[in-house]
């Protein structure tokens, strides 16, 4: 069966270093997302891509990156980890366009990295 | 201004009743969807129910369902028949379609806590 995965599921790190929050889907969607989510926030877009080398950033894009190299990856880094991005991150991943014999498309979540930097 | 808006921060509910939760919207948009998410006490995302801005018919999904009022701009997910399971966070979100968006924007979520 298709899924999207993350890893790691939990991380702790320390102010200052660069972290790497991996993200891959095969489900061979075209777009893929990065959130973080904090309590009274919702979900607050980070970065996203609508194909490889494609990326885009989202309402809180600041103190992150990613690239796409390939259509299953969209690895998150934090290039220098503050205390404020502790949170749990999502990732999703939705198609271009609905499946047969649909006209939306819904996105596909994984399961959450839990950072917390110290 | 929010373009999703979920004015119930929490809900409780009897094991058998049916629950409404409220989701508001805003957007000049005349072509949208709508979404409700799930998101139980272990953290995964679950997609619950799709209701596009020109469906003529509320969107249905066994015991889900939408009360869609377009020209009140609201969305309320309505669980029928609450289950202990259905306790989690429900979180609403919209996409619009102007400009090849694929980006749905989420609401702030409303707690549901189904009692026994």
């Known amino acids: 069966d298709a899924e999207i995965t993350q890893s790691p599921r939990h991380k702790i790190t320390e102010t200052g270093r660069q972290v790497t929050l991996a993200c891959h889907q095969t489900?061979?969607?075209?777009?893929m997302f990065w959130y973080r989510q904090d309590l009274g926030h919702g979900l607050r877009l980070i970065h996203y891509?609508?194909?490889?080398?494609?990326?885009n950033k989202g309402e809180v894009s600041d103190g992150y990156s990613v690239s796409r190299s390939n259509t299953e990856d969209l690895p998150l880094t934090l290039e220098s980890a503050a205390s404020s991005q502790t949170s749990v991150y999502f990732c999703?991943?939705?198609?271009?366009?609905?499946?047969?014999?649909?006209?939306?498309?819904?996105?596909?979540f994984g399961p959450g990295t839990r950072l917390t930097v110290l | 201004a929010q373009k999703i808006t979920q004015t119930q921060p929490g809900m409780f509910v009897q094991e058998k009743e049916a629950v409404t939760l409220d989701c508001t919207y805003d957007?000049?948009?005349?072509?949208?969807?709508l979404f409700w998410y799930k998101q139980p006490s272990s953290g995964e995302m679950i997609f619950l129910i799709y209701?596009?801005?020109?469906?003529?018919q509320n969107a249905t999904e066994g015991r889900y369902s939408l009360n869609f009022q377009k020209a009140r701009k609201s969305a309320n997910l309505v669980i029928s028949a609450s289950q202990l399971g259905d306790s989690a966070m429900y979180f609403c979100?919209?996409?619009?379609?102007?400009?090849?968006?694929?980006?749905?924007?989420f609401g702030r979520g409303t707690s549901l806590i189904v009692h026994p």
């Open positions: 979100a919209m996409r619009e379609a102007s400009g090849g968006s694929y980006i749905p924007t």
């Open positions: 209701q596009g801005s020109y469906d003529q």
């Open positions: 957007t000049s948009d005349p072509s949208y969807g």
């Open positions: 999703a991943s939705s198609a271009s366009h609905g499946l047969a014999g649909r006209s939306y498309n819904e996105q596909f």
């Open positions: 489900w061979n969607h075209n777009n």
């Open positions: 891509s609508y194909g490889v080398h494609d990326t």
